[in-house]
């Protein structure tokens, strides 16, 4: 089976490379006294829904410190949702949020909640204070954020309200956009909200070449058939860096490479079926 695949994000973490630095600086944030909120930005197949993805996996996070005793990590994605409103977005968040706390007490509040068709910020902060007196920060993370902020229907006093649960009430938000957010909004006065002044930037960019070795390295380890130090090279400067586009190089090279093609007639075959 080839080892390489694209398309889809990474949700294995045994198949996921890299990313060190940032998922540092994102963790050493929410384990800080304050439990901070960090934006991660990057263009798109840059890996940012698999960097999510890894994050809120179980023994990964649990690895980093984020116990579930501790944190309530709650993955929503947002792509797509044009037309989403404030109490769906809500709504949203709240049937994922009863999926991932991990006291049960806590899960007939977040349901019965989740199931109104109308609630306010006095509502939510009830809510997010019952998780903090448990211990729990609730981390928020949202996929694709730019189809909320740039969607008139969310206006200043939910983004307001978003920033006093990250600032008061044990949320902390890590939202993924392709660029800063104050870019991203869909009016003059939404960008000027202090919502934006929470965040640090964590900017998603190509992998340096130690991280791209290691992805190379690690998938070509499961093929019985060795791989000389040229063609893991071929997939190195195909690839540039681009996690996305390694996946590709490496999957059209393996892919050659089982047909039998050898030396100059593998490397055109893999260029000739990258480019297409």
């Known amino acids: 089976m080839n080892p390489f695949t694209f398309g889809n994000p990474i949700k294995d973490p045994s198949r996921f490379h890299g990313r060190e630095a940032e998922i540092r600086q994102i963790t050493n944030r929410l384990l800080s006294s304050a439990h901070e909120s960090t934006s991660i930005i990057g263009e798109r197949r840059i890996g940012k829904t698999s960097l999510l993805y890894h994050l809120s996996h179980p023994e990964v996070s649990t690895r980093l410190g ?4 501790k944190f309530c990590l709650v993955y929503a994605d947002f792509q797509g949702l044009t037309d989403i409103t404030p109490t769906r977005f ?14 049960e007490s806590l899960k007939p509040s977040i349901e019965k909640l989740g199931g109104q068709e109308s609630f ?3 509502d939510l902060e009830d809510l997010f204070e019952s998780t903090q007196d448990k211990g729990l920060t609730v981390v928020l993370m949202m996929d694709e954020f730019e189809y909320v902020t740039q969607n008139p229907n969310f206006k200043g006093d939910f983004f307001g309200g978003l920033r006093s649960l990250a600032i008061h009430h044990g949320v902390a938000l890590l939202p993924s956009t392709r660029r800063e957010l104050v870019d991203l909004c869909h009016s003059d006065e939404i960008k000027g909200s202090p919502f934006f002044n929470i ?3 964590v900017v998603l960019r190509p992998f340096p070449r130690t991280e791209a070795a290691s992805l190379v390295d690690g998938y070509l380890s499961s093929l019985e058939e060795a791989f000389s130090p040229e063609e893991k090279e071929f997939i190195l400067r195909l690839g540039g860096g681009q996690p996305f586009f390694l996946q ?4 059209y090279l393996v892919d050659a490479k089982s047909q ?3 030396a100059r007639p593998l490397f055109e075959r893999a260029v000739a079926d990258f480019d297409q």
């Open 260 to 262: 039998g093609l050898k």
């Open 66 to 69: 984020l116990t579930p005793d």
């Open 90 to 103: 809500w709504q949203r968040i709240l049937k994922k949020m009863s999926r991932s706390v991990c006291d």
């Open 199 to 201: 965040f640090a930037n």
């Open 248 to 251: 590709i190089a490496g999957h």
């Open 120 to 122: 306010d910020l006095f």
